[in-house]
Each structure stands twice: as C-alpha cells, then as structure tokens.
C-alpha cells in the first residue's frame, strides 16, 4: 500500500517543532526562596584572599555572612561542600556571547553592523538568551560576560549581562557599559600568501576617525539652549565624553594605544586598552594615565615577529609586576568556556594563582564598574559563585558542580553534556 502524505508542510513544520522543543535550553532558575549555607570550603574571595574551612550564608540572593567562624542559623538549608573550592563567578569580557550562535551561518551572527561608525548600535538589544553556546559556557564558571560589538572603527556599545535569562532585560546587568573604537592596523598580513605588508590606508583611517571623535566632542558639548536635531551616531559618544561609560580603545601596537589613549584623553572619555599586545612595553604610560589593560588571550600567537614565542602567556605576569590593572579575557563565543585555563595558562608563565583568579573575577568587575555587586565572594554582595570539585583554573580537575546567580540555582546541564550521555550510553550497550 502506498501513503500519500496531503500535507507536507504541515509535516514538515511538526517535525521542525519537535526538534526546536528537544533543544531548548535549561528554564532560567527562579528566585531564591529559601536562605541557604554552604559549609567546609575552601573560598577564593577574587582578592587575593584565601579562606579554608570557610562557610558562606545566602540569604535574598546575597551574601550575608562568609568566613571560617560562621555559624549556620536555625531554617539554613545547608550544603556540605568540605574538600570543594567556591570562587566568584567568573567574567567574559569582549565576548560575542549571545550574538554569535554558528559562526559560518550569517544569518545566526548579529554581532557587527555595516558602515564605518556605528557608535549607537547596541549589542544589548541583539543579545540572544536562548542561545545554545550560553549554556555550555556557563558550565565552566563564567556567569556574566560583556556582550561586544565588532567590526569597522567604531563598532557600537557594550553591556554587562549575566548568563541565565529568560530575556535582554531581564539579563542586563550594566546597560551600553562603554563604546568600542578600533584603532587601525598599521600592516595587513595575508593568510594565503603569508606576506605582511603596510596598511596604505592607515593614515586616512587615522584622519577619519580623529575626525568623527572630534565631530562627537563638538556635538556633545553643544548646550541645550543650541537646538537642532538629534544625531545618535554622535550622540551615542556623549556618555563615554562625559566619563560616564568606557572608551574602549581595540589596538595591540605600542605606538597605537599611545596614540589612542591621548586622543581619547583629550576628549575627556576615559580609555580601557582592548587586546594590549604590546601594552608591557608602556607600563610607564598606562600607570601615569590609569588606563586599565583587557588583555586577549593567553592561548594566542605573539603579535610581532620580534616577540618571543611565548610573549602572550607572559603578559598578564608582566603588567601584574609592573603594577598596571588589567583583566583576561578570551576572544569569541563558545570559546568563553576556556576562559578559566587561559587564566591557567598565565599562572603556569609567572602570574600568581589568586591573581589569575582576580584577573577573570574581581579586575574585569572594577573595570567595567560592576564591582559593587559582582565580582568577589564579599559579604553583602550578590551571591554570584561557583562550587567546584578540583581547580577551577585546570582543565584537567576542574568540575563546576554548582554555580548560583544572584542566589538563584543554575542549571548547568547543556547539549554537549546532553550528547555526551547520548553516545556514552550508546557504546555502554555494545559493551554488553
């Protein structure tokens, strides 16, 4: 007997559906209800400061009380984590996290706009909660992440937001935190022939993004007794000109983080260096300037050809001695899982171990001005952590087993885990 199928479509959308409902993330956990301890661990504040034996009280999505002499109140829910290590929940920042789902599908990338300056394009707004990668990264530690636009000379505005939402607004945490400025490369470097040449564009570069900051200063210094219309590409500047939202300042070479930290100076905004390839060449300057330092990645190649080979795993030692404030980050999206082991990385070349931990916690919090709330396990801020079974900053022993935003309790089950029983169970049964 042949079946003869009259409605395709109608088919073909049911299946689509089932296959949408099976990949949905976990629901986003509800408020805390019920104060809770956690009792017998070892807790990395995101200071520097090691308690052992410490217990943590969590009452109203904060921290109440933390410490090794703190005794558990009567109606505690109490969590036994003897032998375990609790740290901050760590930061991403830099990250296209939630913009970005598969990056060779243009149609899942939201995270750069066309045209040179797009100061007013808001990465808030395209910011996708129910992104899958979100929580394959959560399940490593990191529990907030700076959502970053790219692209062209100015890329548009960043925010703070943490990892699990039902929505943007709901996951805002700092909204348009700063705007993000791509100083030009001096040289273009060809992947298929392997040839570096000089950039024949970059003074023009130069000259039209001065330009357009300068166009932005003039726009927002204007009283309001000048009129005229709105202009939200220039507008968009006026909080960074202001000193209310960072400068971010995308540039690798020496010559251009000077360049561009002045300018940005003489406009009053106040600069964050992004990527700092060669910022440990001008630890002088960016002490005297208090410009703090988002370094990319340990787990990269040196940024010249007179670096050393192992120049990126050197750096944050190299500006944690000279004194300079800086933060690790990680480019990408699901590569935000690596965050912890690229701050590792850093510990293995010279970084003290709590200062890696400071770097991914407590640093990116200050710089980005969140360090009220987030950032360290303090009495009195949010109850953002991590309980992990082994080293949270070795990939080989880290196990996060629990992690808690704002006291709330994540679930930290994802599709790589979700696979991972899958196929487990798979050739479980061809044992047999």
């Given at each position: 007997?042949?079946?003869?199928?009259?409605?395709?479509?109608?088919?073909?959308?049911?299946?689509?559906?089932?296959?949408?409902?099976?990949?949905?993330?976990?629901?986003?956990?509800?408020?805390?209800?019920?104060?809770?301890?956690?009792?017998?661990?070892?807790?990395?504040?995101?200071?520097?400061?090691?308690?052992?034996?410490?217990?943590?009280?969590?009452?109203?999505?904060?921290?109440?009380?933390?410490?090794?002499?703190v005794q558990v109140p009567s109606g505690y829910e109490s969590i036994d984590g003897s032998g375990k290590h609790v740290y901050p929940g760590l930061i991403a920042l830099n990250s296209q996290l939630g913009l970005t789902?598969?990056?060779?599908?243009?149609?899942?990338?939201?995270?750069?706009?066309?045209?040179?300056?797009?100061?007013?394009?808001?990465?808030?707004?395209?910011?996708?909660?129910?992104?899958?990668?979100?929580?394959?990264?959560?399940?490593?530690?990191?529990?907030?992440?700076?959502?970053?636009?790219?692209?062209?000379?100015?890329?548009?505005?960043?925010?703070?937001?943490?990892?699990?939402?039902?929505?943007?607004?709901?996951?805002?945490?700092?909204?348009?935190?700063?705007?993000?400025?791509?100083?030009?490369?001096?040289?273009?470097?060809?992947?298929?022939?392997?040839?570096?040449?000089?950039?024949?564009?970059?003074?023009?570069?130069?000259?039209?993004?001065?330009?357009?900051?300068?166009?932005?200063?003039?726009?927002?210094?204007?009283?309001?007794?000048?009129?005229?219309?709105?202009?939200?590409?220039?507008?968009?500047?006026?909080?960074?000109i202001a000193g209310n939202a960072n400068a971010y300042l995308h540039a690798d070479e020496a010559r251009n983080?000077?360049?561009?930290?002045?300018?940005?100076?003489?406009?009053?905004?106040?600069?964050?260096?992004?990527?700092?390839?060669?910022?440990?060449?001008?630890?002088?300057?960016?002490?005297?300037?208090?410009?703090?330092?988002?370094?990319?990645?340990?787990?990269?190649?040196?940024?010249?050809?007179?670096?050393?080979?192992?120049?990126?795993?050197?750096?944050?030692?190299?500006?944690?001695?000279?004194?300079?404030?800086?933060?690790?980050?990680?480019?990408?999206?699901?590569?935000?899982?690596?965050?912890?082991?690229?701050?590792?990385?850093?510990?293995?070349?010279?970084?003290?171990?709590?200062?890696?931990?400071?770097?991914?916690?407590?640093?990116?919090?200050?710089?980005?001005?969140?360090?009220?709330?987030?950032?360290?396990?303090?009495?009195?801020?949010?109850?953002?952590?991590?309980?992990?079974?082994?080293?949270?900053?070795?990939?080989?022993?880290?196990?996060?087993?629990?992690?808690?935003?704002?006291?709330?309790?994540?679930?930290?089950?994802?599709?790589?885990?979700?696979?991972?029983?899958?196929?487990?169970?798979?050739?479980?049964?061809?044992?047999?």
């Amino acid at each position: 007997m042949i079946y003869r199928i009259e409605y395709p479509l109608t088919l073909l959308l049911v299946i689509l559906l089932g296959t949408c409902v099976r990949a949905q993330n976990p629901t986003p956990a509800a408020r805390q209800s019920t104060p809770f301890a956690v009792t017998g661990v070892t807790v990395h504040v995101g200071d520097g400061t090691v308690l052992e034996g410490a217990t943590l009280l969590i009452r109203d999505g904060k921290i109440a009380e933390v410490g090794s002499g703190v005794q558990v109140p009567s109606g505690y829910e109490s969590i036994d984590g003897s032998g375990k290590h609790v740290y901050p929940g760590l930061i991403a920042l830099n990250s296209q996290l939630g913009l970005t789902e598969i990056g060779a599908v243009r149609a899942t990338n939201d995270q750069r706009e066309v045209g040179t300056f797009n100061p007013n394009a808001r990465a808030l707004i395209a910011f996708n909660t129910d992104s899958q990668v979100i929580p394959t990264v959560r399940s490593r530690g990191v529990l907030l992440a700076q959502a970053t636009p790219e692209g062209s000379l100015v890329s548009g505005r960043s925010s703070i937001l943490q990892l699990d939402a039902w929505n943007f607004e709901d996951a805002a945490v700092l909204a348009d935190d700063g705007v993000h400025v791509n100083w030009p490369n001096r040289n273009s470097y060809n992947w298929q022939t392997g040839d570096l040449k000089p950039n024949e564009n970059y003074d023009e570069q130069v000259r039209e993004l001065e330009s357009f900051l300068q166009q932005a200063g003039s726009y927002c210094g204007r009283s309001e007794e000048d009129g005229g219309n709105r202009l939200l590409k220039l507008e968009a500047f006026c909080e960074a000109i202001a000193g209310n939202a960072n400068a971010y300042l995308h540039a690798d070479e020496a010559r251009n983080i000077q360049a561009g930290v002045l300018l940005m100076k003489r406009m009053g905004a106040r600069p964050v260096v992004v990527g700092g390839g060669q910022a440990h060449l001008i630890t002088d300057f960016l002490k005297r300037e208090g410009v703090p330092v988002i370094l990319s990645s340990t787990q990269a190649l040196p940024n010249s050809q007179d670096d050393a080979i192992d120049q990126p795993y050197r750096n944050p030692a190299l500006l944690a001695e000279a004194g300079v404030e800086f933060a690790i980050s990680h480019e990408g999206y699901w590569q935000q899982r690596n965050l912890p082991f690229v701050a590792g990385q850093a510990v293995g070349f010279g970084l003290p171990y709590e200062k890696a931990v400071e770097a991914i916690t407590l640093a990116p919090a200050r710089i980005v001005g969140i360090d009220a709330d987030y950032g360290s396990v303090t009495r009195g801020k949010s109850a953002t952590f991590v309980i992990v079974d082994g080293d949270l900053l070795d990939m080989r022993t880290s196990v996060v087993e629990k992690a808690y935003i704002d006291g709330r309790d994540v679930n930290l089950d994802n599709k790589q885990a979700e696979l991972y029983r899958k196929f487990k169970e798979k050739y479980r049964r061809l044992t047999r």
